[in-house]
């Protein structure tokens, strides 16, 4: 019996390995995404709205508190947090498409 191996391909535990890798590389990129945002949304509120530090701070936990617990109660990973809220705010009545052209 004959045995290819095929050298330019990885075997199980380099694509583990990269797979391990690449959802620590996402994640770390998703986290980034989400400071951003935060911090334009925390932009507007303080300079659009008065917004002041403890108003900002209650504003970010608020947030955190939100998205731990949409993560919690519909066993959904971090990164389906926005569709989640998404879909409520739609059920709600909410015209996400008008609000964000």
């Given at each position: 019996?004959?045995?290819r191996i095929k050298n330019?391909?990885?075997?199980?535990?380099?694509?583990?390995a990269?797979?391990k890798?690449v959802?620590?590389?996402f994640?770390?990129?998703?986290e980034?995404?989400?400071r951003?945002?935060?911090?334009?949304?925390m932009?507007i509120l303080?300079?659009?709205?008065?917004?002041?530090?403890?108003r900002?701070?209650?504003?970010?936990?608020?947030?955190k508190?939100?998205q731990?617990?949409?993560?919690e109660?519909?066993?959904?990973?971090?990164?389906d947090?926005?569709?989640?809220?998404?879909?409520q705010l739609?059920?709600d009545g909410?015209?996400?498409?008008?609000?964000l052209?």
């Open positions: 019996m004959k045995v330019n391909e990885p075997n199980a535990t380099q694509r583990k990269l797979r890798e959802v620590k590389e994640n770390n990129l998703l980034l995404y989400n951003d945002t935060a911090l334009q949304v932009h303080h300079f659009d709205f008065g917004f002041g530090q403890s900002l701070k209650k504003f970010a936990d608020k947030l508190e939100m731990i617990r949409q993560e109660r519909y066993e959904l990973p971090e990164s947090t926005p569709w989640l809220c998404e879909k739609r059920e909410i015209d996400i498409k008008a609000i052209e």
